[in-house]
Structures are given as C-alpha cells and as structure tokens.
C-alpha cells in the first residue's frame, strides 16, 4: 500500500452519509499513514443512514484548505444533498482544488463538485443518478468501477470500495 504519512486528508460530510463510505475510506487512509478529519457543518458527532456515528473534528466554516493534502467525499443522498448547499462546503471543495489537492468522491458525493464549478473537463463516475448534473457541469460521465483523472478519483456504489480505496491511496501519496 502507498504511503500517506505526514498528510492529512479532509472528509466532508454531514447527517445520512453512506456509512461504508465514509468509514472505509477513513481507514484506508489511516492504515496507509494519513491523518484523517472530518468536516461538517455544525459540531459533535454526525450520523450516517444505517446509524455509525462519526465524531467531527471541525467546522466547514472553520476548515482551511492549506492543512489538507486531499479530499474525501463520501455519498449518500441526504449528506450529499444537505452538503451541497452549505456555502463553507462548496468554498472549502473549490479552494483544495484551486490547490491542485487530489479529491476522492463516491456515490452521490459528487453533487457537490458541480457547485463548486471544479469538474469542466474532467471524467468522471458516480451513482447513475448523477450523470447529467455533473455533465451539465462540464464533466465527462462514464459507468465505470473507478476512474482517475486529473486528481479525482470517483466510484460508483459500496460495491466499489475496495478499488476505489486502493486508487485514491495510491493517487494521494503522488
């Protein structure tokens, strides 16, 4: 596994995220090296849909793009859909790409990089549902189990997982 140590990786989520989403990732990252915080919009703890709880290390508001190496967008429609709309969210998603940080996002996740306007040109997955949003913002869509372009790497469902884990470690310690 590639090496992440010294680097810490942001994850943005709220309430109703996709449970493995989220938390497999987060330790994928973790067991290669990485220091993982998650980012919401208010403190304390959030919920994922099936009920894992996952404590909040820091505010979108207070979230600096300059202490992260990469994102992580975890799915789940209601997280993604409540994500989105929080202006400190779609500041702090722009600012880590106008930093050329690399972004892994899954499932519904990437509703967010169409408000962000990040993704003109770029390839990407995610679960079906999203095609034409993230097209209608500029991106190429394709129903494929990981794709990597130009620093993000996106994934279509849970099922996923472990190819997408593997690609996104493997991107962020470039």
Not at 12 to 33: H, Q, R, V, W, Y
Not at 142 to 149: F, S, T
Request: charged share 25%; glycine share 8%; aromatic share 6%.
């Amino acid at each position: 596994m590639s090496d992440l140590n010294g680097t810490k990786i942001a994850i943005i989520a709220t309430n109703g995220f996709e449970d493995s989403e989220l938390t497999s990732p987060k330790e994928a990252a973790e067991a290669a090296g990485a220091t993982t915080e998650v980012i919401s919009t208010e403190t304390g703890e959030i919920t994922g849909k099936n009920g894992t709880a996952v404590r909040v290390d820091v505010t979108t508001a207070d979230a600096k793009a300059d202490d992260y190496a990469g994102l992580i967008l975890p799915g789940g429609t209601g997280n993604a859909d409540a994500i989105r709309l929080d202006s400190d969210a779609v500041a702090l998603v722009k600012a880590l790409r106008e930093a050329h940080r690399p972004v892994a996002v899954i499932c519904h996740g990437g509703w967010i990089l169409a408000d962000a306007d990040v993704i003109q040109g770029v390839t990407l997955t995610s679960f079906p549902s999203l095609k034409t949003d993230l097209s209608n913002a500029g991106a190429t869509w394709v129903d494929e189990e990981v794709v990597v372009d130009q620093g993000f790497i996106s994934s279509r469902t849970p099922d996923d997982l472990p190819a997408f884990n593997k690609a996104f470690v493997e991107e962020f310690a470039k």
